[in-house]
């Protein structure tokens, strides 16, 4: 099991702060830092990341970005791409439509494309083609950056593409890499149930595992809320997230066949961040403060206070497991990049 112990680091770092991050990141993964670091003076790489819905990939380029530098990282959503994309063609579809024209390639026409994308051919489906075209259009107007590309593929039919997708955006002499991301289902599915969300700046909190400094009781329902750390306004939850992962439950088991396949093939390097711990294991890997606690709270009379206490889960394999925070899965991704890249 990739950890993240090193000897003679024994300071508690506040993984909370960007400050706390750099000291830790520092600490635990400083060597392989300083390798990608040089290895970006002249060089970028494409990642394709490899997770189940919710198992926190974005958060995990974040970070990276985080430590590198906006300017080196890329996140790309395809999904958010593809959003992106229905909102300008339903607003001036003829010029979105022809800033497309010299990028698509397909057994549609692009027309059709884009009556598919807006919703008006029931008929017709997204082609894959009219999807990188859209991908493509996107990293065009980007500065050349190390992608990580989250969302593709998706469907087991779309392997193939992922196989040239480097050639395909013009980052011929760029590596790719495949980034695996192990969430148990049942860490998605408190994710989700407990997730809230702030109106103002849509920053996600957990009630449950990530709460934010202050915490009101409403003194009619007697329940607690989380207040936005920025805008101080009740965070509340999205719709559906109540039910957790019963709504996509088809598709995190289509994600993980598509992992499955993925990580048979040869010939591309390939990294596997484990989000959980079994129980038994973890104090030999990982320090306490960077294990995923659990949240209640409490009326003192005056005030909401809040209470930390450990929490595990089970696995998909049934075994008793404790989940990691985002910086340490972070940490074993650091670790694993400079050999996966060859440097």
């Known amino acids: 099991m990739q950890g993240t112990r090193v000897e003679g680091v024994?300071?508690?770092?506040?993984?909370?702060?960007?400050?706390?991050?750099?000291e830790y990141f520092e600490a635990k993964a400083g060597a392989e830092i300083r390798a990608l670091k040089d290895f970006f003076k002249d060089n970028t790489f494409i990642a394709?990341?490899?997770?189940?819905?919710?198992?926190?990939?974005?958060?995990?380029?974040?970070?990276?970005?985080?430590?590198?530098?906006?300017?080196?990282?890329?996140?790309?959503?395809?999904?958010?791409?593809?959003?992106?994309?229905?909102?300008?063609?339903?607003?001036?579809?003829?010029?979105?439509?022809e800033s497309l024209r010299s990028l698509y390639r397909g057994y549609i026409s692009l027309e059709d494309a884009v009556d598919a994308l807006i919703g008006k051919s029931q008929t017709k489906l997204l082609p894959t083609e009219f999807i990188l075209a859209l991908v493509k259009q996107?990293?065009?107007?980007?500065?050349?950056?190390?992608?990580?590309?989250?969302?593709?593929?998706?469907?087991?039919?779309?392997?193939?593409?992922?196989?040239?997708?480097?050639?395909?955006?013009?980052?011929?002499?760029?590596?790719?890499?495949?980034?695996?991301?192990?969430?148990?289902?049942?860490?998605?599915?408190?994710r989700m149930k407990f997730r809230v969300i702030c109106p103002v700046c849509q920053t996600p909190r957990n009630t449950k595992l990530f709460p934010t400094k202050n915490v009101e009781r409403d003194a009619v329902t007697e329940t607690f809320h989380l207040l936005c750390d920025d805008h101080g306004v009740r965070m509340g939850p999205k719709e559906g997230d109540a039910e957790g992962i019963a709504p996509?439950?088809?598709?995190?088991?289509?994600?993980?066949?598509?992992?499955?396949?993925?990580?048979?093939?040869?010939?591309?390097?390939k990294v596997l961040v484990r989000n959980a711990v079994p129980v038994g294991d973890v104090k030999k890997y990982f320090d306490d403060y960077e294990i995923t606690p659990m949240y209640?709270?409490?009326?003192?009379?005056?005030?909401?206070?809040?209470?930390?206490?450990?929490?595990?889960?089970?696995?998909?394999?049934?075994?008793?497991?404790?989940?990691?925070?985002?910086p340490?899965?972070?940490?074993?991704?650091?670790?694993?990049?400079?050999?996966?890249?060859?440097i």
């Open 48 to 97: 394709y990341l490899l997770a189940k819905k919710s198992a926190g990939k974005g958060t995990y380029t974040k970070m990276m970005a985080e430590i590198f530098g906006n300017d080196l990282i890329e996140h790309i959503s395809v999904g958010d791409t593809v959003r992106a994309a229905h909102e300008a063609a339903t607003k001036d579809k003829e010029a979105f439509t």
């Open 138 to 190: 996107k990293i065009s107007a980007l500065p050349k950056k190390t992608l990580f590309l989250d969302g593709f593929p998706r469907d087991l039919d779309q392997i193939s593409y992922a196989l040239f997708f480097r050639d395909l955006v013009d980052y011929r002499q760029d590596p790719d890499i495949f980034i695996a991301i192990d969430v148990p289902t049942a860490v998605i599915d408190e």
């Open 248 to 269: 996509i439950k088809d598709r995190l088991v289509r994600d993980g066949e598509l992992i499955d396949k993925l990580l048979s093939l040869h010939g591309i390097p």
């Open 10 to 22: 024994t300071k508690v770092f506040d993984l909370s702060t960007p400050e706390g991050r750099k």
């Open 328 to 342: 340490p899965a972070v940490v074993t991704l650091l670790k694993q990049l400079p050999k996966a890249l060859g």
């Open 296 to 326: 209640t709270y409490e009326w003192d009379g005056l005030k909401a206070v809040t209470k930390e206490s450990p929490w595990t889960i089970l696995d998909d394999e049934g075994d008793e497991v404790h989940s990691l925070l985002a």
